[in-house]
Structures are given as C-alpha cells and as structure tokens.
C-alpha cells in the first residue's frame, strides 16, 4: 500500500525535539537516512520509510504518516513540497450546472478551487523546485488536460488552456476584506463592475443603505453581501464561491441561494464550497465529495446527483471508491419531546419590554429550564443580544418581571483575534475541561499559536470552548456554526449538549444553519418583527411549534429524506411543498 508522510515543520521547531524523533526511527537505527534534518527542517524519505507510525506518536500532531486509499495511488494533481498536503483529483465546473463540494476543513477545498481559478498552477507532486519553476504555464495546463482526458474536466482544462476561461472567485474569508480595501461600499463595487450590473445587483443583494458606508464599519452579513456582488459583477464564465453563506441569515441564505443558481447558464459553470447542508441541497445540482486525512492528503471523488451525494457523505462510506472515511453513519431522528419536566426553573420572564433609540425589544412571558439546549431563530439585529443582557441584569428593561438574576457566559458572532497566545485564552479550558473540552474540540494542537494566527474554524473552536468554560447560569453562542465544516458542527452539538447535562445551566444556541439547530436543540425561541426596528422574543416552544411558527413567516417548507432522515427544503409549489401548506405542517410532515 501506498503512503505518504506529511510533516508540519511549523509544529516542530525545537532542535532537540527533532533529533529525537530522529533517534526513535527504526530506518535510520539500522544505519539509513529515513528522517533527516536539514537547515533545521525534519525530512522523512517516503521511499524508505516503513510506516511504523513512531515519528508520528512523539510529534504532538507535527508528523503524520498515512496510507493512502487505492483511490490516490497514482501522482497527485499538487503537493506543497516534499512531505507536504497532496491534492488527488479535482473538481469540475460543469456548463449549465452548479456544482457543490462537500468535505471537511484543511483536505484541500481551497486548495484545488485555486487550481481551477489559475491562481495556483499544479505541480503534480514534483517536488523539484527547479522543475515547477522552470516550466511554463502552458506545459502544466496541457498536463492537466492529458491527466483529464476522456472525462468531463478535460474540456475545461482545454478552454482554460485556450483562454476561454475567465473565472470570478468569492474568497472564504469575507472579513480579511477590510484589511485589503479602504474608501466606501460603493467605490469597492463600482471598481469591480465589468458586466454594468451595479444598481442590478446592489438592489437583489439589498446593499442600497449600506454603499456609502466604510467598508471597515460593515457587519460580516453585509461583507459576504459585498464579496457576492463584486464576484458576480465581473464579466466572467466560471464563478466560485468558498462558503457564500457565513454570517448570512436564513432569509439572506435561500435569497442568496436563488440568486447564485440564476448565474448557471449554459456559457457559465458555478462551484461552490458549503457546509450548510440544507443550503447546498438547495443550490446545487451536482456535489463532489472530498474524503482524505484533513492536513495531509484530500481525493475529490466523482461528481453525483446532489441528493445521492449528500446521503452518501451522511453514511460515511462511498461505494464506487469503496472507501469508508468516518466510522459511524450521521442519522437524524425526529425528536423525542424535551423532557424538562424534573428539571428546576433557571429563569423566567413576564411582559419585559425596552426601547433603545429607535429600536424596541419585547418579551411577553417564558421560561428557562436548567440543563436545555434552546435554539434561538430569527434574523440579524432582530434583539437576540438585547434579550440576552436584560436576562443577565446587564441590561435593565423598562417594564417587566425577571425571576432570578442569572450569569451569563457569551460567544460573540464575529471574533476578534487578538495577539493574545491560545494557551492563555484557553488556560481554564485544559485545566478545567481537558475531557469535556479540550480534546473534543482540539483546542491541544493550538496551544502554540496566537488567537490571530488561527484559521476561522481554529478560531471559533477556541471560542466556543473558553464561552462553555466559563461558571455561568445561561451560556449564548451566536452563531458557533460559522466556519466549522460539517464533522465539526455535529461534534459541536455534541460537545453542548454533553456540557448542559453535567451543569446546571442552559445554552441558547443562536444559529441559521437549521439543520444544526433542528439537531442540537430541545426547544425553540423565535425571534420576530422587523430588525433594527421591533423585536419580539416568542417561546421557547417544542421544536415542532417553534419550527412551524418559524418556517410559516419565511414561507418554505421542510420534509425529511427518506432515507437520511435530514431536513430538506421543498421545491415551492411542488405536490408535497402544497400538502404541507395546506396542512399548516411547514416542518417535516
Ligand atoms: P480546505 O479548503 O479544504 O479547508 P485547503 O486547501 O485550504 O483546505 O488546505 C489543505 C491543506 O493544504 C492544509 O493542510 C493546508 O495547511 C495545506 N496548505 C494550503 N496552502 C499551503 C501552502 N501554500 N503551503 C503548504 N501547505 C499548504
Ligand atoms: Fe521512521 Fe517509522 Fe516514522 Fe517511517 S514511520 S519515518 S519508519 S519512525
């Protein structure tokens, strides 16, 4: 069997640490260099190593040594220098179509998106610095085109290579826009503007009230708005989309959604990285899957019906491959009823109302339980925060009733990383929570590492473990979902709800990905009325009535797979979208 040893040089800089794991190899004891050091760097020569694994156990996470399925046995499309990430296979824009990708964070989705934007040119595991530098451009696509032929890709690559193709590229991580661009909203867009789209599109995207805004003073909704609309501006046949959905609410979610499946005409292709799972049933055609060792290695499998694919991604194992890449299959279940019946009262409320400027927040009447997870639906700027400090004491309401002052532990939606090293944000969370926390959620392999060195997923992860180390009565997470791919989502949940059954507090998750919150929560609290403007706190109610009150004001209606059992959005207007509606069932009849 094939394998490949990846070592992450960053992770094991200490001269003694390397030598020592030098020492253990059993290849270079018998008297060959199998690991060698140079200029301080570790090395593992492939060819000779045996796959032991003993390296890998002594490196904290710094050495991994993988064997690869049959799937990635021949040269890889890219790899990162020797003993780098290796990228097997891509995906493929298809004309007409939307195309999905779905996997977890770090097995190359970026990477191979790159690819096919031209922004990275694949070296196909050549890891001659002189061979990938010396070649032209031209070599390496004609390469990319005999590696494809035969397949649907191929002739991509050979309207790439003819310059027929131009692609337009939504980056992932909209909040690093403020840091490349100054001047206002509208100065950004009209720079981007090659196809004469501007008021066409700042009205679809609703970005009217913001143009003449700073792009440093924007909230990451309107970013990802922003990034959107200066992607489908400009004239191009190829459009991608890394994660178009972070920050946005669901409202924003299907618009945007709608919005981005009209861009598929027959001259254009569109691909687009999600993990919202309900949000990519809803946008794509066609999903490829991508499995692997996140870090070390990513295989893009063949493309497939959207429904199929996302099911088969649940199950954790892709038959035609035959590969099995997590040991246990996802399900859903319709929810037992939340039995909150024993549980004691932390909190509760009566006809609690504030008006701050020109913004009024009401609460009619509602309790918490301890030991709950409570999803809270509702758009941006609706009063989820507001609510939240009134419960806390933090913030006083003009009439009402509050039963008891609770503490409040909370996540805020967007992070600041700060300089601040992890091991000193997260030092309750390893003394503390190792178990419950730490290894769950990874936080061990960031210890090293500033706040402001960490990925968006990094950083949320250590966000959300500091929030549920904290003594506190009510924990709120706004939107924890946001960069976590789906493994970590569901892990996530997990972890929360875990958390709640040994305290006595509760956690209000606020959150738009619904299948997230259709899994993690016992009870619902919708938020309603009009942002910026009115709020309204309703419930909590049990699932199946705050759904319903939910989904009947955004008007779409869900149903479950038949097979996975997920939630999905049904077409509007199809036989079982009208049953539904006429059944006043808006979530999963
Ligand atoms: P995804 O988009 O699926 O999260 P990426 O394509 O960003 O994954 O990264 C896949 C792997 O490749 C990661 O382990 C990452 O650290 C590595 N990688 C990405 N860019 C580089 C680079 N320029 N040099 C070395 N390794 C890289
Ligand atoms: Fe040496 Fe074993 Fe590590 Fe290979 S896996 S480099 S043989 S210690």
């Known amino acids: ?28 004891r018998a008297g060959t260099e199998c690991i060698k050091i140079e200029n301080g760097r570790l090395f593992i020569d492939e060819a000779t190593c045996i796959g032991c694994g003993i390296c890998a156990k002594h490196s904290d996470g710094a050495i991994k040594i993988v064997n690869l399925p049959t799937s990635a046995e021949g040269d890889p499309i890219h ?5 780098g990430f290796a990228l097997y296979s891509l995906p493929t824009p298809l004309f007409g179509k939307v195309v999905g990708i779905l996997g977890p964070n770090g097995i190359g989705k970026s990477t191979a998106l790159n690819i096919l934007a031209g922004h990275l040119i694949p070296n196909f595991g050549s890891t001659q610095e002189e061979q990938s530098q010396g070649s032209e451009k031209s070599e390496q696509l004609k390469r990319l085109i005999g590696f494809f032929k035969g397949s649907e890709a191929q002739g991509f690559f050979e309207k790439l290579a003819s310059g027929e193709i131009k ?24 720079k981007a503007d090659e196809t004469d789209s501007f008021d066409r599109i700042t009205e679809l995207l609703e970005l009217k009230d913001v143009l003449d805004t700073e792009i440093s003073k924007v909230s990451g909704g309107e970013l990802q708005r922003i990034a959107i609309a200066a992607t489908v501006m400009k004239r191009a046949n190829v459009y991608i989309f890394d994660e178009p959905t972070s920050y946005l609410d669901i409202q924003q979610r299907i618009k945007v959604s709608k919005f981005i499946r009209g861009l598929a005409t027959e001259e254009t292709a569109v691909l687009v990285v999600e993990h919202d799972l309900i949000i990519l ?23 497939k019906p959207t429904r199929t694919g996302i099911n088969i991604y649940l199950s954790g194992y892709l038959k035609e491959e035959n590969v099995r890449f997590r040991d246990h299959a996802v399900h859903f279940m319709a929810k037992p009823p939340a039995d909150s ?11 609690l109302s504030v008006q701050l400027g020109r913004f009024r927040l009401s609460a009619d009447e509602g309790e918490i339980m301890q030991h709950q997870v409570i999803g809270v639906l509702g758009p941006n700027g609706i009063g989820k925060t507001t609510f939240v400090k009134i419960l806390a004491g933090v913030q006083k309401p003009d009439t009402g009733e509050i039963s008891d002052k609770v503490k409040v532990s909370y996540k805020p939606q967007y992070l600041e990383p700060t300089d601040e090293p992890v091991a000193s944000a997260a030092r309750d969370v390893i003394s503390k929570y190792d178990v419950q926390l730490a290894r769950p959620l990874g936080i061990h392999e960031l210890l090293d590492k500033k706040l402001s060195d960490l990925s968006g997923g990094e950083l949320q992860r250590v966000a959300i473990a500091v929030c549920l180390a904290r003594e506190a009565d009510l924990y709120l997470l706004d939107e924890p979902s946001a960069y976590l791919d789906v493994e970590q989502r569901l892990l996530v949940s997990k ?11 509760s956690a209000l998750v606020v959150d738009h990905d619904l299948l997230f919150v259709d899994y993690l929560s016992e009870s619902l609290i919708v938020l309603e009325g009009t942002p910026a403007k009115e709020g309204a706190v309703k419930g909590p109610f ?25 939630p999905r959005i049904n077409k509007e207007d199809s036989r079982k979208d009208r049953e539904q509606r006429a059944a006043q069932k808006w979530y999963y009849s």
């Open 281 to 303: 049933d809803f946008l794509t055609d066609l999903v490829h899957i991508m499995y692997g060792k996140p870090g070390a290695f990513g295989v893009v499998s063949g493309v």
């Open 495 to 505: 972890v929360i709800r875990d958390v709640m059954e040994t305290r006595t507090g």
């Open 1 to 28: 069997m094939k394998r490949i040893a990846v070592v992450d040089n960053d992770k094991l800089k200490d001269a003694d640490k390397q030598r020592h794991i030098q020492s253990l190899c059993p290849v270079n």
């Open 79 to 83: 790899r990162f220098g020797e003993n």
């Open 167 to 190: 692609v337009a590229y939504k980056p992932q991580h909209v909040d690093l826009i403020p840091k490349a661009h100054t001047g206002t909203v509208r100065d950004l867009l009209l």
């Open 341 to 351: 019946e024993k549980n004691e009262r932390l909190v509760a409320w009566k006809d």
């Open 542 to 566: 049990t699932m199946e009535e705050g759904m319903n009150r939910f989904l009947s004001r955004l008007s779409i209606t869900l149903r479950r797979d038949m097979e996975s059992k997920r």
